[in-house]
Each structure stands twice: as structure tokens, then as C-alpha cells.
């Protein structure tokens, strides 16, 4: 029972620690709100995640993340994307439909477009695969992030 005890009081320390962190994150980041959402498909097999961290109803930061699983005797493969307002390799220009943001190195574009039930990735003019992908992997053409927290909706190239 004294150890229980114990156990307890060490739980309500570690909790009250960490509760500045939660808050200093928030602080320091000024998000405000995520928009997140993860897929998976069967046929070709991939899975993945696609986040928008936004302040003040604005786009801060696109991250997306898409997994290939290796087959017998292959690797598996990652197309990986972080995107931060600000990052001097990145130009954001926004506009009526949403966002464009453009790779300065190499002329790359990502479309964002939101409607009543969500965002829209487009991938199709962001496509230098050796910089966000490992070899055998590629981009979706699009990710619909739902704001009801459903499950993302992607297109593959054919």
C-alpha cells in the first residue's frame, strides 16, 4: 500500500512537470490549431500521414509523410515533406483558392486549396522525387485532409 502511495504522488509530480512543456509549446509556436489526418491502401500498399498547422485561420507549416513497404528481398521507401512558413527555400504565395508554395531550388509547386470539408494537397507540379522521396517511392497526386478528422483520401499515379 505505502509503495502505491508512492507510485501515486510520483504521477501527480511528473504530471504537474510536464504541464509547463505542454504550454510553453503552444506559446512558443503560436499554433493554434492542427488539421491532421492518416491513410492507408491496399493495392499498391501504402500508408502515411498528411498534417496543416495553421495561426490564425493561415497556413504555417505542410508535413506530410508517405511509407512504401518493401516487397522480398526490397526496401521499403519514405516520401517525406516539412514545410515551414518562413523557410527561405520555400516561396508561399496566398491566394483566393488557398496556397501555392514553390521549391526556389527547383521550381517545384505544391497547391493547397480548401473548401467547406477540408484541404487539398496537389502534388502533380511538385515532383523532384530524389529530394522528398526514396528511390521506388512517389508522391500521390493529391491528399484530401477532411476537417471531421476521417481519414485522409489520396490518388496515386497509375
Not at 509503495?3 to 504537474?16: D, H, M, R, T, V
Not at 510553453?24 to 490549431?33: A, F, L, M, V
Not at 512558413?85 to 526556389?104: C, F, I, P
Not at 496537389?122 to 517511392?137: E, H, I, Q, R, V
Request: charged letters at 20%.
Amino acid at each position: 500500500m505505502k509503495n502505491l502511495a508512492l507510485f501515486g504522488i510520483g504521477l501527480s509530480i511528473a504530471s504537474l512537470l510536464m504541464l509547463p512543456c505542454v504550454a510553453r509549446g503552444n506559446t512558443h509556436t503560436g499554433i493554434d490549431k492542427t488539421v491532421s489526418c492518416n491513410y492507408g491502401q491496399k493495392n499498391p500498399m501504402v500508408s502515411g500521414e498528411a498534417k496543416l498547422s495553421l495561426k490564425n485561420k493561415t497556413i504555417q507549416r505542410i508535413w506530410f509523410n508517405s511509407y512504401f513497404p518493401g516487397g522480398m528481398g526490397q526496401l521499403g521507401f519514405v516520401c517525406h515533406i516539412d514545410i515551414k512558413r518562413g523557410d527561405k527555400a520555400y516561396a508561399w504565395q496566398d491566394n483566393d483558392l488557398g496556397l501555392t508554395v514553390t521549391a526556389m531550388e527547383t521550381g517545384d509547386i505544391l497547391q493547397l486549396n480548401r473548401d467547406k470539408k477540408g484541404y487539398w494537397l496537389d502534388f502533380a507540379l511538385f515532383k523532384t522525387l530524389s529530394k522528398y522521396c526514396g528511390a521506388g517511392a512517389d508522391l500521390p497526386l493529391d491528399v484530401f485532409i477532411p476537417l471531421s478528422g476521417k481519414p485522409c483520401k489520396i490518388r496515386l499515379p497509375q
